[in-house]
């Protein structure tokens, strides 16, 4: 057992594996398992995959060790860490930020949970058996995100069990889950991939997912390897800093966020390797996002011998990927709201503090609050409730996604990259003991230019998304 920089009881992980994987469960879900493998089989394929590694490595890496530094350092969550680290409140903005995109993304993912967690339940009362062919099923993915109450009840299914996690101290919730789903997720996607690998034909689907065309490789494709690479690591809204303020003192920063990168990597990769040789071992199309999970993979897995147990398996690990990122998102407002309210101030104080509790209670009342909104956006059933023709769904999606993320991940770089060393907390930022002047050097100089000048050019990109240039 090891110290946590956290000062509050509880509120820490008790092992260093219990960080590994509680922050691999953040960085692993939907975003791996369903964007991952179409955004590279049709942008290059393996060329995509070496871009995509590019990114994480150069971009990925940096700011996952900045967001875990910023949380041991601080022993802060994403409310107090920037004033403690900086000694003043200026950029407390950055906090404000990072807590209203956790809000934002809680608002579409949890209703995209609820599509799964349909599923699985379909999957095991065997619904799927009476819907014959994509036409069927695609007739039956419109009537479940088009039925406003339905949505609303299978979205409150995560939310619910979240909040059930989040209730209990960390070491005794998430430390505790995680440490039990991610091995669990890793062993069933190796059964899939195992048995999907198995199917006459898979090989074509193997090829489609490797084969490596660098003539695709636009500004646009690498653009989108950078977005995709911040969404899936969960980086820039401050998961990985609370995180961090719960991190072992003894614990490595750069190798744990080398580890948490391998294992987000190889889960993406493995869901490649499942849907793609599937995909065309019973020739269909690789069809785009919610179609080919909810539309296509639900037509093949009928057709596989065992299609029960193998539906059941894939719906499941969905889920449970799933779960281990809304787990981090909820922890960022709660650790906020506690820490918020718990804030001395002085004689005049006039905010109760309020306990975890309370705050997980907060945190569910809004969050349900925004997915109701969502969904009667979605579904239109409140047509007024749209921004720009968007949806809400669509636009807190491209909003967190395209410019949130990206302005917290490059917040936090120039806080570590200009800030602090002016402040002369250089040393207190030095990663850990024993790694070398030189990487500490690379390290500071991407944080200061690379990053700012990769986002600035993301930002150029998603304004195009929005239609404004
Ligand atoms: N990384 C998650 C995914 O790939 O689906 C999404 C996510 C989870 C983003 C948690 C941000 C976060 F804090």
Not at 207 to 225: G, L, S, W
Not at 406 to 433: E, H, S, T
């Amino acid at each position: 057992m090891s110290q946590s920089s956290s000062p509050v009881k509880g509120t820490a992980f008790t092992s260093k594996i219990g960080l590994i994987m509680a922050a691999a469960g953040s960085a692993v879900g939907l975003g791996n398992i369903w964007k991952f493998p179409y955004i590279a089989g049709e942008n290059g394929g393996g060329a995509f995959l070496i871009v995509y590694l590019g990114c994480v490595l150069l971009f990925g890496l940096p700011l996952l060790m900045t967001e875990f530094l910023i949380g041991k350092r601080s022993g802060k969550s994403a409310f107090g860490a920037f004033r403690e680290l900086c000694g003043n409140s200026r950029w407390q903005w950055l906090s404000w930020l990072c807590m209203l995109t956790s809000l934002l993304i809680m608002g579409f993912y949890f209703i995209v949970t609820g599509w799964c967690f349909n599923y699985l339940i379909e999957a095991i009362r065997n619904t799927f058996d009476s819907l014959v062919g994509t036409e069927a099923l695609t007739a039956h993915f419109q009537s479940v995100v088009s039925n406003t109450p339905r949505m609303i009840l299978f979205s409150m299914l995560p939310l619910l069990l979240t909040a059930a996690v989040v209730w209990f101290d960390v070491n005794k919730g998430i430390e505790r889950l995680s440490k039990i789903l991610m091995p669990l997720l890793l062993l069933m996607m190796l059964l899939m991939a195992g048995r999907v690998l198995m199917l006459d034909g898979s090989n074509v689907g193997v090829q489609f997912f490797f084969q490596t065309d660098f003539t695709k490789i636009t500004p646009r494709v690498v653009m989108e390897a950078m977005g995709q690479c911040f969404f899936s690591l969960s980086i820039g809204m401050g998961a990985l800093i609370t995180y961090g303020s719960y991190m072992p003192k003894t614990q490595n920063v750069t190798t744990t966020s080398i580890q948490v990168i391998v294992l987000d990597t190889l889960v993406a990769l493995l869901a490649g390797v499942i849907i793609f040789p599937a995909v065309f071992a019973f020739g269909f199309d690789p069809a785009e996002g919610a179609e080919l999970v909810f539309v296509v993979l639900p037509a093949i897995l009928q057709q596989m011998s065992l299609s029960w147990l193998s539906s059941v398996l894939f719906f499941l690990l969905l889920c449970i990927a799933a779960v281990t990122s809304t787990i981090s998102l909820m922890e960022v407002m709660v650790a906020f709201i506690c820490e918020a309210s718990n804030r001395p101030r002085g004689k005049r104080q006039s905010v109760r503090p309020l306990s975890r509790h309370q705050s997980v209670l907060i945190t569910s009342a809004v969050v349900s609050v925004l997915i109701v909104l969502c969904v009667l956006s979605m579904t239109g059933a409140w047509s007024s409730l749209s921004v720009f023709g968007h949806n809400l769904f669509d636009c807190f999606d491209e909003l967190t996604s395209c410019v949130m993320m990206p302005l917290g991940a490059m917040g936090m770089a120039i806080f570590v990259g200009w800030i602090l060393p002016k402040n002369g907390v250089k040393g207190k930022m030095y990663p850990d003991r024993g790694v070398k002047r030189w990487f500490w050097n690379i390290y500071i100089i991407v944080l200061r230019w690379l990053v700012p000048a990769a986002i600035v050019v993301i930002f150029l990109n998603s304004l195009k998304l929005f239609d404004v240039a």
